[in-house]
């Protein structure tokens, strides 16, 4: 694609894979940006970026590098960890799958099993890759069971037809509470609808990294895809946990989905810092943290299909950096915002009069597609609409409005960037996770933050095991270690 050389030159447009960044909203001029780009030499950002596709132990406490970029190398160059090439293992899954999506034939649908980031991947590209105009698909219903909540298992089993359903059951563990639980009441549903163990065992399949914790509920080992410890869960996509995709819309569409993000990796590898769009991206919150010391950040792409998008960024960017204490164990002075967003023309409607006129600046991040999403006789004329209002929105973030009426003033000077995707298909679904994959990890640099543990997620469920006890047996909580006063009088009341 060629750039409008006065905008290039001006500093303000970017590209990678066909993916435009316009960053002319977010105020930053040349000298801060030459400060910018010292400041990320100084955090030896190139360094990282080399380490991380190197397989260097990154997850530093966890002793474990974070390879998920070996799982979209579809150029197979060799990636190695320990002195071992990981690409044969990581060949072979791409093969079983292919395999899987000839064979499944008849199947009217899928519960896949997961949750965080067993879920939020393959959900979020299964939901956008369905806008697509005339993409092909095999039929099948792909169900998604996260939530502990039987409701949205009870919605699930209402419409599956068990003699023709499949089961994915995906947990790096295979000791995930919410997933065993609820896999263990699919398997019911299935022992009631009449299926026998045979019939039910051919129905299960896994991706974990605990093979015989699956075989031992009852999965053959020939429906386990492996699962490896340096893949962490919210990078998984590329990996068996995006397996919905390929049998849903083909091993060749899952193929395009990889190539995009591959695209984006290969383009963080080589572009000076300057030109690379992950890190201009991170640098843009960084600053906008440095001057106003922003709480908070936004993410609204103009598009429908994309609106399971910010709930997946959510975990990305809130996992990985949400963090008060930096790899050394010292408090940072920045770390992960708060991030929400939602689909574009319905946010304007909700929460934009806040980032319009609230107290708080709150970068935005708008994500527009260049097509419409569908062959309708409307279609270019409502596209036209939705581009405009993004556009509309930018420039009014960005300026803002004087007037003697305060109430009908608008301050202005609300950062934005834009991304422009020429089209949304898997290769550009694939870049688009990638370069936000990429820039997440590199505030985590720019912090010190390690991007790829997740501690804090784990004194909750510690707790929640005594408490589950105590609702389960009725009895009256007296406060103790486990369970503090205010929770023992909260359980009581459910108790009474």
């Given at each position: 694609?060629?750039?409008?050389?006065?905008?290039?030159?001006?500093?303000?447009?970017?590209?990678?894979?066909?993916?435009?960044?316009?960053?002319?909203?977010?105020?930053?001029?040349?000298?801060?940006?030459?400060?910018?780009?010292?400041?990320?030499?100084?955090?030896?950002?190139?360094?990282?970026?080399?380490?991380?596709?190197?397989?260097?132990?990154?997850?530093?406490?966890?002793?474990?590098?974070?390879?998920?970029?070996?799982?979209?190398?579809l150029d197979k160059k060799p990636v190695l960890?320990?002195?071992?090439?990981?690409?044969?293992?990581?060949?072979?899954?791409?093969?079983?799958?292919?395999?899987?999506?000839?064979?499944?034939?008849?199947?009217?649908?899928?519960?896949?099993?997961?949750?965080?980031?067993?879920?939020?991947?393959?959900?979020?590209?299964?939901?956008?890759?369905?806008?697509?105009?005339?993409?092909?698909?095999?039929?099948?219903?792909?169900?998604?069971?996260?939530?502990?909540?039987?409701?949205?298992?009870?919605?699930?089993?209402?419409?599956?037809?068990?003699?023709?359903?499949?089961?994915?059951?995906?947990?790096?563990?295979?000791?995930?509470?919410?997933?065993?639980?609820?896999?263990?009441?699919?398997?019911?549903?299935?022992?009631?609808?009449?299926?026998?163990?045979?019939?039910?065992?051919?129905?299960?399949?896994?991706?974990?990294?605990?093979?015989?914790?699956?075989?031992?509920?009852?999965?053959?080992?020939?429906?386990?895809?492996?699962?490896?410890?340096?893949?962490?869960?919210?990078?998984?996509?590329?990996?068996?946990?995006?397996?919905?995709?390929?049998?849903?819309?083909?091993?060749?569409?899952?193929?395009?989905?990889?190539?995009?993000?591959?695209?984006?990796?290969?383009?963080?590898?080589?572009?000076?810092?300057?030109?690379?769009?992950?890190?201009?991206?991170?640098?843009?919150?960084?600053?906008?943290?440095?001057?106003?010391?922003?709480?908070?950040?936004?993410?609204?792409?103009?598009?429908?299909?994309?609106?399971?998008?910010?709930?997946?960024?959510?975990?990305?960017?809130?996992?990985?950096?949400?963090?008060?204490?930096?790899?050394?164990?010292?408090?940072?002075?920045?770390?992960?915002?708060?991030?929400?967003?939602?689909?574009?023309?319905?946010?304007?409607?909700?929460?934009?009069?806040?980032?319009?006129?609230?107290?708080?600046?709150?970068?935005?991040?708008?994500?527009?597609?260049?097509?419409?999403?569908?062959?309708?006789?409307?279609?270019?004329?409502?596209?036209?609409?939705?581009?405009?209002?993004?556009?509309?929105?930018?420039?009014?973030?960005?300026?803002?409005?004087?007037?003697?009426?305060?109430?009908?003033?608008?301050?202005?000077?609300?950062?934005?960037?834009?991304?422009?995707?020429?089209?949304?298909?898997?290769?550009?679904?694939?870049?688009?996770?990638?370069?936000?994959?990429?820039?997440?990890?590199?505030?985590?640099?720019?912090?010190?933050?390690?991007?790829?543990?997740?501690?804090?997620?784990?004194?909750?469920?510690?707790?929640?095991?005594?408490?589950?006890?105590?609702?389960?047996?009725?009895?009256?909580?007296q406060a103790d270690d486990n369970i503090d006063?205010?929770?023992?009088?909260?359980?009581?009341?459910?108790?009474?």
């Amino acid at each position: 694609m060629s750039l409008n050389p006065a905008l290039k030159q001006a500093n303000t447009l970017f590209c990678a894979a066909d993916i435009v960044l316009d960053d002319a909203y977010q105020g930053i001029n040349a000298k801060s940006w030459k400060s910018l780009f010292a400041q990320a030499r100084r955090a030896n950002l190139e360094g990282f970026i080399f380490d991380l596709f190197a397989g260097k132990p990154v997850n530093q406490s966890e002793n474990r590098p974070a390879l998920h970029a070996a799982l979209r190398n579809l150029d197979k160059k060799p990636v190695l960890l320990d002195g071992k090439d990981v690409m044969p293992a990581v060949s072979e899954v791409w093969r079983r799958i292919e395999g899987l999506c000839n064979k499944w034939v008849g199947i009217t649908d899928v519960i896949h099993i997961g949750i965080g980031g067993s879920d939020f991947g393959p959900r979020l590209a299964i939901e956008a890759l369905a806008h697509i105009p005339d993409i092909e698909t095999r039929g099948m219903r792909m169900h998604f069971l996260a939530n502990i909540d039987t409701a949205e298992l009870a919605r699930i089993l209402q419409r599956a037809l068990p003699h023709s359903t499949r089961v994915i059951i995906v947990s790096k563990s295979f000791t995930t509470l919410e997933t065993t639980k609820n896999a263990k009441a699919v398997v019911r549903w299935l022992k009631d609808s009449g299926r026998t163990e045979s019939q039910i065992h051919n129905a299960l399949f896994a991706v974990t990294a605990n093979v015989p914790a699956a075989k031992e509920f009852g999965v053959k080992e020939d429906n386990i895809f492996p699962f490896w410890d340096w893949v962490g869960g919210r990078y998984s996509v590329w990996s068996a946990v995006g397996l919905p995709i390929a049998l849903q819309y083909g091993f060749e569409t899952f193929k395009e989905f990889l190539a995009g993000a591959q695209a984006i990796d290969q383009h963080y590898q080589t572009a000076p810092l300057e030109e690379n769009l992950p890190v201009i991206m991170a640098l843009t919150l960084l600053y906008q943290q440095q001057k106003h010391h922003i709480k908070s950040f936004a993410v609204i792409p103009y598009a429908d299909a994309l609106d399971w998008f910010p709930k997946w960024l959510q975990q990305l960017d809130m996992e990985s950096n949400g963090k008060s204490v930096d790899r050394d164990g010292k408090p940072v002075k920045f770390s992960c915002p708060v991030v929400f967003g939602s689909s574009g023309n319905n946010a304007q409607h909700s929460y934009f009069q806040l980032l319009h006129q609230g107290t708080e600046v709150i970068p935005i991040d708008f994500i527009a597609i260049r097509e419409p999403m569908s062959h309708l006789p409307e279609a270019k004329e409502h596209h036209r609409i939705l581009l405009s209002n993004c556009l509309a929105q930018a420039q009014a973030l960005a300026n803002g409005k004087q007037t003697d009426n305060p109430n009908n003033t608008y301050p202005g000077k609300r950062p934005s960037n834009l991304l422009i995707l020429p089209k949304l298909n898997a290769f550009y679904l694939g870049a688009l996770l990638s370069l936000y994959e990429n820039r997440t990890t590199t505030l985590g640099a720019l912090w010190n933050i390690n991007s790829f543990d997740q501690p804090g997620v784990e004194l909750g469920k510690v707790l929640a095991k005594p408490i589950e006890a105590a609702l389960r047996n009725k009895d009256h909580v007296q406060a103790d270690d486990n369970i503090d006063a205010i929770t023992a009088a909260r359980i009581n009341l459910f108790n009474s």
